[in-house]
């Protein structure tokens, strides 16, 4: 039974096969300048420029050492589970899940600076953190979370594994941006980023960034959302 069940608002209409994107991975929309590394690609320039503010990434958010308090922390609850792979019309596949009110210490300090980083100080926040662990074969199919139970804004850590998550807009699937997620590094989706593109994360398989292989293990992240005002 899944946890975040109700977070999720099945997409399945908007889920069709990845294959056509590829062709469009050659017109990136932004340049690497400097030491800027490239994070966000898309269907156009235009759109990266206009969704870009609504989507950030923020690399090495968390030190290896704290990696590892989380870890720590969460790998004695997670290995009593068992990955679910057989629940085909689900949003994710390959996963275990938990959620988490009370955290020690260290976590706590890295979670208040997620919160103080991704959300306005007025803010009313889902109180459980809700952590998910996908295997190495694991993924999650196009969704949009529930816009009953989560508000404006989703922000997530990613331990363990670097990840590519696509946006699609939601029955504009020519419309669409790419985000390298790097391990350690944390995203924020806002808005229109939120509310009117499905969100995925890209299986083994298919975990191109721009052309350029992303391979996945397996893959831990750690979800802070808000409420709906
Ligand atoms: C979700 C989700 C993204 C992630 O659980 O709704 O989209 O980073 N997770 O794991
Ligand atoms: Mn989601």
């Known amino acids: 039974?899944?946890?975040?069940?109700?977070?999720?608002?099945?997409?399945k209409s908007v889920y069709k096969s990845p294959v056509r994107y590829?062709?469009?991975?050659?017109?990136?929309?932004?340049k690497a300048d400097g030491d800027e590394p490239l994070?966000?690609?898309?269907?156009?320039?235009?759109?990266?420029?206009?969704?870009?503010?609504?989507?950030?990434?923020k690399t090495a958010f968390i030190t290896e050492e704290e990696e590892g308090d989380l870890l720590l922390e969460l790998e004695p609850g997670l290995k009593k589970k068992r990955y679910e792979f057989d629940h085909w019309d689900?949003?994710?596949?390959?996963?275990?899940?938990?959620?988490?009110?009370?955290?020690?210490?260290?976590c706590q300090t890295i979670l208040a600076r997620v919160r103080s980083v991704a959300f306005s100080s007025g803010s009313s926040l889902l109180g459980p953190v809700h952590?998910?662990?996908?295997?190495?074969?694991g993924y999650i199919k196009p969704h949009i979370d529930s816009v009953k139970?989560?508000?404006s804004t989703i922000t997530g850590l990613s331990?363990?594994?670097?990840?590519?998550?696509?946006?699609?807009?939601?029955?504009?699937?020519?419309?669409?941006?790419?985000?390298?997620l790097p391990r350690r590094s944390l995203y924020i989706l806002r808005d229109q980023a939120r509310y009117n593109f499905t969100h995925e994360i890209l299986k083994d398989e298919e975990s191109l960034f721009n052309g350029h292989r992303v391979p996945r293990q397996r893959r831990i992240s750690v979800i802070c959302r808000n409420l709906p005002a």
């Open 90 to 106: 689900d949003a994710i596949h390959g996963y275990r899940e938990t959620e988490r009110v009370t955290w020690g210490a260290a």
């Open 39 to 57: 994070l966000i690609v898309g269907s156009s320039r235009a759109l990266v420029q206009r969704l870009g503010s609504q989507v950030e990434v």
């Open 131 to 137: 952590v998910l662990d996908l295997d190495k074969t």
């Open 149 to 151: 139970f989560c508000g």
């Open 159 to 180: 331990l363990l594994s670097d990840s590519v998550m696509r946006l699609v807009k939601e029955d504009v699937s020519s419309e669409w941006l790419d985000v390298l």
């Open 1 to 11: 039974m899944r946890i975040m069940k109700l977070f999720l608002n099945a997409a």
């Open 22 to 30: 590829l062709s469009f991975l050659a017109d990136s929309g932004l």
